[in-house]
């Protein structure tokens, strides 16, 4: 997972396969090297037009062949169709709310992030958040952010295929007030005199993530106030009154009994492909995916056209209804097939994928929006120390020793940890250590993290993170612009130790 190559192969020998000893179901039958080299060398003499077209192909031949094609297509695909949905579920409210706001409206999330919300995977309680899913098919929108007077705050903007083309804020920008210009890919005029910032996105739609450190609670009405004045205002409105709508119709289609990761989940092949077929014409792809292009116009993928799949022979539906299943087993034994360094995974290469679309695929199933490392890394540990997988019903401890704290330029950090990348409600209402909370340090400035299901005693909960309840779980550590060891890996995380 750390260099991006955990699919790089179709061939699906264990190493490749990620599964290890975690062979899962009927995937375990695929590990033969003799079978899984020969699949690869077929689906490469296919890829060449040695074997003639896909419709063309005999026997088990068509439905292998579209069953190891459609993998590599889904994953390209999956951020974008994950995306899509999210924007649904997400904007799916007449007026701004807490946890939803209509397009080109702000969201404004009061304090950290409810176990309950589950739109978004594995979102941070490192921050509070504020969030806009942006339009800009007819024309830009005009964001405006307020001076926070030295509190750490990033404003990210990300296209559809999850790469973020602007960071504005602390690092960059400086805590200060400001304004820019988001414009999609077919606005060609100009800018206000009074606005000098203009970022393009290359999709119809994008996301525009605020975030702003909070020691605790105690920060929240200086936060309220900040977010009140973050405002996105239409090109067409700027320099007049203008007050959002609080009486946009809601698309009746959209599904709010799931959750977007899990109607992605369970989507047929068929169903998936006919929505990325669609979502190509408005967020086009980018001039380096012409190879994909090509593997999907193989199954009679066009972007922007219906993808008719009533004409395709029935061993190629199997073999594309069939590949999603994989490729999530791919997602979950990755985790547990990288190297890690005590136990930490620590990715880099996140926020701009290039043509790197298992890295893009593998962060958008595990923690969609991410920032790119210049704003954060996101070190994250599935064992423990001794390679043992996270469980609810042990006891651990994280310890930090006194020059052992996560560097970072900002300061501020956190560990929280997670259940299938969402938070699980625990007794205390907490969901993170955070740099900034009132934490019991021991004489030499060290730092000890209980994780467990129950209380340490009373001497040590406010040090306590709950985890999960005998239930396998994981854990992240944010840190915010990390500084250069965090970056060159010479900094190491410390293991985390099972106590009992």
């Not at 955990?6 to 000893?21: E, H, N, P």
């Amino acid at each position: 997972m750390g260099d991006g190559h955990w699919m790089k192969s179709i061939s699906l020998r264990r190493r490749d396969l990620g599964l290890g000893a975690l062979a899962l179901g009927a995937a375990a039958a695929l590990l033969r090297p003799s079978a899984a080299e020969s699949r690869a060398e077929r689906l490469g003499q296919f890829l060449k037009g040695e074997l003639g077209e896909l419709k063309d192909l005999k026997g088990d031949a068509k439905e292998e062949i579209a069953y190891l094609l459609g993998m590599e297509c889904y994953v390209y695909g999956f951020p974008l169709v994950l995306m899509d949905v999210t924007n649904g579920v997400v904007t799916a409210t007449s007026k701004s709310e807490e946890y939803k706001a209509p397009f080109n409206q702000f969201g404004r999330m009061r304090g950290y992030v409810s176990p309950d919300f589950k739109d978004v995977v594995r979102i941070s309680v490192s921050t509070v958040w504020s969030f806009a899913i942006l339009d800009l098919d007819k024309e830009p929108m005009i964001a405006s952010h307020p001076d926070t007077k030295g509190r750490y705050i990033v404003l990210q903007l990300m296209n559809m295929w999850t790469d973020d083309f602007a960071s504005i804020g602390s690092r960059t920008t400086g805590s200060g007030a400001g304004k820019f210009l988001i414009a999609g890919p077919k606005w060609n005029g100009t800018a206000p005199a009074d606005v000098k910032d203009v970022y393009r996105c290359p999709t119809r739609f994008a996301w525009l993530l605020v975030q702003m450190s909070a020691a605790g609670p105690q920060d929240f009405p200086e936060i309220h106030a900040l977010q009140d004045q973050l405002q996105i205002t239409p090109l067409s409105a700027w320099g007049k009154p203008y007050t959002p709508p609080s009486n946009v119709p809601v698309d009746p289609a959209v599904d709010l009994t799931a959750t977007p990761y899990d109607q992605v989940r369970l989507m047929t092949g068929e169903m998936f492909f006919k929505r990325l077929a669609r979502l190509l014409k408005d967020n086009p792809p980018y001039p380096a995916d012409t190879g994909m292009l090509d593997k999907l116009r193989k199954f009679g993928i066009e972007p922007g056209k219906e993808f008719d799949t009533s004409k395709l022979d029935p061993a190629i539906i199997r073999g594309l209804n069939a590949a999603p299943a994989e490729v999530w087993l791919k997602f979950q034994a990755a985790l547990y097939d990288t190297p890690a360094v005590n136990g930490w995974l620590n990715m880099l290469n996140l926020g701009r994928y290039g043509t790197d679309y298992n890295t893009r695929a593998l962060i958008a199933w595990l923690g969609l929006g991410a920032l790119t490392s210049d704003d954060a890394v996101y070190p994250s540990a599935f064992v423990d120390g001794d390679g043992n997988v996270l469980d609810g019903a042990a006891k651990y401890v994280l310890h930090f020793g006194k020059d052992e704290f996560p560097p970072s330029a900002s300061g501020v950090w956190s560990v929280s940890p997670y259940r299938e990348n969402f938070y699980v409600r625990n007794s205390l209402n907490r969901y993170g250590i955070l740099s900034g909370m009132p934490l019991k340090y021991n004489a030499d400035g060290s730092l000890d993290i209980y994780i467990q299901a129950t209380t340490p005693g009373a001497d040590n909960e406010t040090n306590w993170l709950p985890c999960p309840p005998s239930l396998p779980f994981n854990l992240t550590i944010r840190a915010y612009q990390p500084s250069k060891p965090l970056l060159d890996g010479s900094y190491k995380i410390p293991p985390v130790k099972r106590t009992g």
